[in-house]
């Protein structure tokens, strides 16, 4: 008399694993064709800039490609909110790619949160990405953990340990 209920729970049990992964794989192939049709030109007010659907700051316009094509106004930098040993206030220019950290790197912490080699910014293609090298306290842009490279709009703010930092452009 258990053998039978055994068998139906086992083959419910496998309805129920198969059902999930099918509806993760569906999930998976919407959100990545959703990723691909998400360009789109910006109308209205929004001054030709692109939008990218699924950016790790989707509420942020990414940015401007006509700003790297040479008309000179793209002047990326880090400015320093509050960090110990950085006067609030100084830019930092990022038009190479940046290493921030404890150690010998281009943009030294004196934050003992902060690792050695702790995050990057670098140029991708049009965009500035900023990247978290494995740190151990992690790295946050908006309040939110980096936990791969994500690409950096203007205004966003950027936390390792203590220290803080906004992005402008």
């Given at each position: ?51 990218v659907a699924g950016e ?114």
């Amino acid at each position: 008399m258990l053998q039978p209920v055994s068998v139906g729970l086992k083959l419910g049990f496998l309805i129920i694993l198969y059902l999930f992964l099918i509806w993760v794989a569906a999930s998976t192939l919407f959100d990545l064709r959703r990723g691909v049709r998400g360009v789109r030109g910006g109308g209205g007010g929004g001054g030709g800039r692109t939008v990218v659907a699924g950016e790790a700051t989707s509420i942020h316009e990414t940015v401007d490609p006509t700003a790297l094509l040479g008309d000179g106004n793209f002047e990326p930098r880090l400015v320093v909110e509050h960090a110990t040993g950085h006067e609030p206030g100084v830019a930092y220019d990022l038009m190479e790619p940046v290493t921030l950290g404890r150690g010998d790197v281009e943009l030294k912490l004196e934050d003992p949160f902060a690792s050695t080699r702790h995050a990057t910014i670098t140029r991708q293609g049009r965009t500035l990405v900023l990247a978290d090298l494995g740190s151990t306290n992690g790295t946050y842009l908006n309040g939110e953990p980096v936990t791969g490279p994500q690409p950096l709009h203007d205004g966003d703010r950027i936390r390792i340990g203590d220290s803080e930092f906004t992005y402008l452009q």
